[in-house]
């Protein structure tokens, strides 16, 4: 049976537990459990999935599926290693694909972007997340699903990217907007980074978007017109080329979902963010 969106939801961007408990019994459907925590929230995504999760869901684990060869943290796979990890959780061509994090809207914005990165835009997040999925008494289950090998076809979207050199030349000539998800007090250079070693502040000339603005109390994204408002009110201009940026690149993906879902095409994702940027003392930052 083909997937066919209600009104109220988009299979490119966000769909809600309605529709995801509608689609459970189609055969191209795949549900990734994408749930990443920061050490200082105490929670062991893997052991929360395997105690129970939505059916069918298979554990998207962000470290693993990423490119180990950086000392950065969890930045995008190689091409390589994306296709043979999806291969193996039998998720390939076709099927649509919905995400879901254990916070509400968190890690799984990430994996969206980088199916996206990987040219695959059959692919959503589910709005409120396994939160609002077991507040609303849905299904859930303990056992991994069945898994069978999958062709995939990758094409990657360079565009989608953005690295420290060419954030550091938008940065000086302002050609692209960059906008920074973490939280105001971090963003001015008024807390200190949880990651040891890395310098206080922002990218010079960014602007301040912290993610949870783009939330509802709920766990849900705001609607389109909502955060329209919210990103302009950041002194953003909706009709120019953004860089979202965060941390190390999770949270950035929030803003970057975001931006779909007010119709801005045209963004990509720094990845290193400022567990790269913070971490040079020759580049420029900025506070307050």
């Given amino acids: 049976m083909p997937l066919t969106p209600s009104p109220a939801d988009d299979p490119t961007t966000l769909v809600s537990t309605d529709w995801l408990e509608a689609h459970l019994g189609s055969p191209d459907l795949r549900i990734i459990d994408a749930s990443w925590y920061l050490p200082d929230m105490g929670r062991d995504a893997r052991a929360e999935y395997d105690a ?20 950065l943290p969890h930045m995008a796979p190689p091409v390589e290693k994306f296709i043979s990890r999806m291969r193996a959780m039998g998720i390939g061509d076709g099927h649509q694909v919905v995400v879901y994090d254990g916070m509400g809207v968190f890690s799984a914005p990430r994996v969206w972007w980088t199916f996206r990165l990987m040219g695959k835009t059959d692919v959503a997040v589910l709005d409120g997340g396994f939160a609002k999925w077991q507040a609303e008494g849905r299904p859930t289950e303990d056992m991994p ?26 940065s000086k000539l302002g050609d692209w907007q960059i906008v920074d998800t973490r939280p105001a007090p971090r963003f001015r250079g008024e807390l200190e980074e949880p990651r040891p070693g890395l310098r206080a502040g922002h990218i010079p000339g960014a602007r301040n978007v912290p993610f949870t603005e783009l939330l509802a109390s709920d766990g849900t994204m705001k609607p389109p017109a909502e955060l329209r408002a919210v990103i302009e009110a950041a002194g953003v201009a909706l009709d120019k080329p953004i860089i979202t940026s965060c941390g190390s690149g999770v949270s950035a993906a929030i803003l970057s979902l975001a931006l779909e879902r007010v119709g801005h095409r045209k963004h990509a ?4 963010s400022w567990a790269e940027w913070g971490m040079y003392p020759d580049l420029p930052i900025e506070s307050g």
Avoid at 52 to 71: L, M, N, T
Avoid at 145 to 170: E, G, K, Y
Avoid at 269 to 272: A, E, F, I, N
């Fill in 269 to 272: 994702l720094y990845d290193g």
């Fill in 52 to 71: 129970a999760h939505i059916p069918g869901a298979r554990f998207f684990d962000i470290d693993e599926i990423s490119d180990q060869r950086s000392a």
């Fill in 145 to 170: 699903p069945v898994m069978r090998d999958r062709h995939i076809t990758v094409q990657r979207q360079a565009h989608l990217v953005r690295d420290v050199a060419q954030v550091a030349a938008a």
